[in-house]
């Protein structure tokens, strides 16, 4: 299905699709009960859903007490890889919190030029793709080198939903208040850093509030922070850069999804992408299980972590076919 930003004149379909989408994460988010029986819904123009019987013969998506929100046999085929691509996030809860995080690159593994320039590695399908990932996440999370270089403003702005709340990662705090994501009031800001350099109650640094956590040898204590924000009931987070931050929480294993958005481009050097420390051999690895999209010309691997056993010990994975996905 053809990929528009949702605004007026957008694709009809394509709009309808993705409010089903985005009131599915909102539904997930407002029952804080346990599901107990299957839900059924079919597409509404007001409400994005609408619940109907579970036998009704137009159902398009499905919330089911194991599964999650899964698509109906009603569903038109040209949805499906749009429900398999954003399904997964709308099963984020208290009770099945959700990280993930995205990086796009070149063909050669760099997230932008050695002058830093990223603008744009990724097509626009990936653009609107990230501002889907925005709207249907409590919070998007970059690190400070991200917002030193980039100033992002980290809202929804080429597809309907809400602002998710910004974190910024500055450990040392050298950041200062002038950037954006400080001053726009677009939406609410939480700066992070080690909790030894706070120095009162209450600072802020323009609009955003500051939080501190422990530190480690690594740096920041992750593992600290999600629980910090999972107690201020953000269930789901999108990291969403650069590419040390996603490193740092796919090495501590904290991420549940990663996403790789590879772009048709060759930088013949740069920043990387994910940087982990060296491994001697390659059963040493990690080697994920993806799925694969294309993205107008980019590709996306999106690699569920979550439950998936130790992927160091994954055999090589091998459908046995070649098969083209463009």
Request: hydrophobic residues 45%; contains cysteine; proline residues 7%.
């Amino acid at each position: 299905m053809p990929d528009t930003v949702l605004e007026n004149g957008a694709d009809p379909a394509l709009k309808s699709l993705w409010a089903a989408v985005l009131t599915a994460a909102r539904w997930t988010r407002g029952n804080s009960a346990p599901l107990q029986a299957p839900c059924t819904f079919v597409a509404d123009p007001l409400d994005g859903l609408r619940a109907v019987a579970d036998t009704s013969p137009e159902g398009l998506l499905q919330a089911h007490p194991s599964l999650g929100w899964v698509a109906c046999a009603a569903a038109p085929p040209a949805a499906q890889a749009f429900f398999d691509l954003y399904l997964p996030l709308c099963n984020a809860s208290a009770r099945n919190p959700l990280t993930i995080a995205h990086l796009g690159q070149s063909l050669d593994g760099h997230i932008a030029t050695s002058a830093g320039d990223s603008d744009y590695v990724t097509g626009p399908e990936n653009l609107s793709h990230l501002h889907r990932m925005r709207a249907l996440c409590d919070a998007v999370l970059v690190g400070a080198e991200t917002v030193a270089t980039d100033d992002p403003q980290l809202t929804v702005r080429r597809i309907s939903g809400d602002n998710p709340l910004r974190i910024v990662l500055d450990p040392q705090r050298r950041l200062g208040s002038a950037h954006g994501v400080f001053t726009d009031g677009a939406a609410a800001t939480l700066l992070v850093c080690d909790e030894a350099r706070i120095e009162r109650a209450g600072e802020k640094v323009g609009a955003a509030e500051v939080l501190g956590v422990p530190m480690h040898e690594d740096g920041l204590d992750l593992r600290s922070l999600l629980t910090a924000l999972r107690a201020r009931q953000l269930c789901a987070i999108f990291v969403e850069g650069g590419g040390r931050t996603v490193s740092a929480f796919l090495e501590q294993g904290l991420l549940d999804r990663l996403q790789i958005a590879i772009a048709p481009l060759v930088t013949g050097a740069g920043r990387p992408g994910i940087h982990l420390p060296a491994r001697d051999r390659v059963a040493d690895c990690l080697r994920l299980s993806p799925r694969v999209f294309a993205m107008g010309a980019d590709i996306l691997f999106d690699c569920e972590l979550r439950g998936a056993g130790d992927p160091k010990a994954m055999a090589h994975p091998s459908t046995g076919t070649l098969r083209r996905i463009i």
